[in-house]
């Protein structure tokens, strides 16, 4: 493949090291050509990438909706449930129209805070009441359109949500007022209409289990034929709530991960995203048979959901990936930092992950999780998206650039990055969108618009 552009990193994160003077060579498919080091000066017409490059960042676990919840959901105090109920009302008035200005507005501030690949995990498909609109993929086309539209990669994660919560082996409760805008009625007539949804150049579709409380047990199976049929992701919210797990124990006389794994959800393309009150035996399953953990440490923290055992699923062989769930901040470097950070303050000890460690779950693993294994590493044949962090902002300042991973996620935040590249496009240049130049003013008319 012939070289269309050649990027040059004043240096480059390609682990387990920090190299000096990286040109990468990018070919027309948009994937790395070559990488050549010891290249001291930027070759003629290369793009100059000062700072510190690394693998582009995958957001793992989005609602694109709930950006518009921020500040507002911080007046008073309350609880997980009180909060859903104002998440609720903001996914009462969003249309089509609406939501993809939202979420352009949101992905690209992502690409912003140096993201180049988001899981949607997308429940919002028909229109209040559940009306089904004419294209009755209406709501998940405008995601689709809406990352294109900010320049980066997304895997719409299209959710099953057929249930208020559990009620019995059988059938769960019948959605509220609230949910029939989420629910198929089944997952079969769910499973119908997610198949006309269809990978792009940009997009791969992949399925989601909201919980064991949305998803009747019997039905479970479904979505997890679905997904394998087309080996797509699969990812599922799993124990984020210690009332779920009672819920579940009650019902069905076990835990939310052992009712999956007897209906075939969990294993090598499936993440449980937060996977927070866990057993050992839990702990067991899900590591044991690959399944991956999305842990979202901004948002668990900001609901008080609680910290998860981490280490522990990692140790059993399940891959760690991150998320920023409902956004109440868009930066994968907190995420990652506060990972371990959660779990210094449960232990009273430091060191339970190493920065590299951490920076491949916000990077490779986190593609690998979304179904782009072809991207997050700076390696010939991967995907051209990589992120520059600045190296002389008043965070990064004085670190030695050799540090690369401790930098990144010890140092930086999301506005230390400078630029952001997606398939060899420059789609952060400096700082500024190249294709939504003032994110700021878009962002504030979508949010305002939805209040």
């Known amino acids: ?68 919840l921020r500040s507002t959901v911080q007046v008073g105090s309350g609880t997980f449930w009180t909060w859903r109920e104002v998440m609720y009302s903001v996914a009462d008035r969003l249309t089509p129209e609406t939501y993809h200005a939202l979420a352009r507005a949101v992905y690209a501030e992502m690409a912003l805070a140096g993201v180049t690949a988001v899981g949607e995990f997308h429940y919002l498909h028909h229109a209040p009441g559940g009306t089904r609109y004419a294209d009755p993929n209406a709501m998940g086309e405008a995601l689709l359109a809406a990352a294109a539209d ?14 208020s919560g559990l009620r019995g082996a059988a059938e769960g409760a019948p959605p509220d007022h609230h949910q029939l805008r989420f629910s198929d009625g089944t997952t079969e007539a769910w499973a119908e209409r997610a198949s006309l949804l269809k990978d792009r150049e940009h997009a791969r579709i992949g399925a989601a289990v909201h919980s064991v409380r949305a998803v009747p047990a019997r039905q479970l199976g479904t979505v997890a034929e679905w997904a394998a049929a087309r080996r797509a992701p699969l990812h599922v ?5 210690t009332a779920e797990n009672e819920a579940c124990l009650a019902v069905h006389g076990c835990t939310p991960t ?5 209906h075939g959800v969990l294993g090598e393309r499936t993440t449980g995203v937060h996977n927070t009150h866990l057993t050992d035996e839990d702990i067991a399953l899900i590591g044991g048979s690959g399944t991956g ?14 910290i998860g055992p981490a280490p522990a699923l990692q140790r059993a062989g399940s891959p760690l990936s991150l998320g920023s769930d409902s956004h109440a901040v868009i930066d994968l470097f907190e995420e990652a930092r506060a990972m371990e950070l959660n779990e210094r303050l449960r232990s009273h000890a430091r060191g339970h992950f190493t920065a590299a460690a951490l920076l491949r779950a916000a990077s490779a693993d986190g ?6 294994a072809d991207a997050g590493a700076l390696t010939p044949g991967a995907l051209a998206d990589f992120a520059t962090v600045a190296l002389d902002s008043v965070r990064t300042a004085g670190a030695a650039p050799r540090l690369g991973a401790e930098v990144a996620v010890f140092a930086a935040s999301a506005v230390d990055v400078r630029h952001t590249v997606v398939g060899g496009r420059h789609v952060v240049r400096d700082g500024t969108h190249t294709l939504l130049p003032d994110v700021p003013s878009a962002l504030a008319r979508a949010v305002t618009a939805l209040h």
Not at 153 to 158: E, F, K, N, V
Not at 237 to 241: D, R
Not at 294 to 306: I, K, Q, V, Y
């Open 150 to 163: 900010a320049g980066i990669r997304i895997t719409l994660l299209d959710t099953a949500y057929v249930a």
């Open 258 to 262: 052992r009712l999956l794994a007897d």
């Open 1 to 68: 493949m012939p070289v269309t552009h050649t990027y040059w990193a004043e240096h480059a994160w390609l682990e387990p090291v920090v190299e000096p003077g990286v040109a990468l060579d990018v070919g027309a498919d948009g994937r790395i050509a070559a990488v050549r080091t010891g290249v001291a000066s930027p070759p003629p017409g290369a793009t100059v990438l000062r700072g510190l490059t690394l693998p582009g960042l995958a957001n793992a676990h989005s609602h694109a909706f709930h950006r518009a």
């Open 293 to 306: 953990t999305c842990m979202c440490p901004t948002t668990e923290r900001d609901l008080a959901d609680g």
């Open 237 to 241: 919210h799993l124990s984020e709530q």
């Open 367 to 372: 593609h690998a999780a979304l179904g782009w």
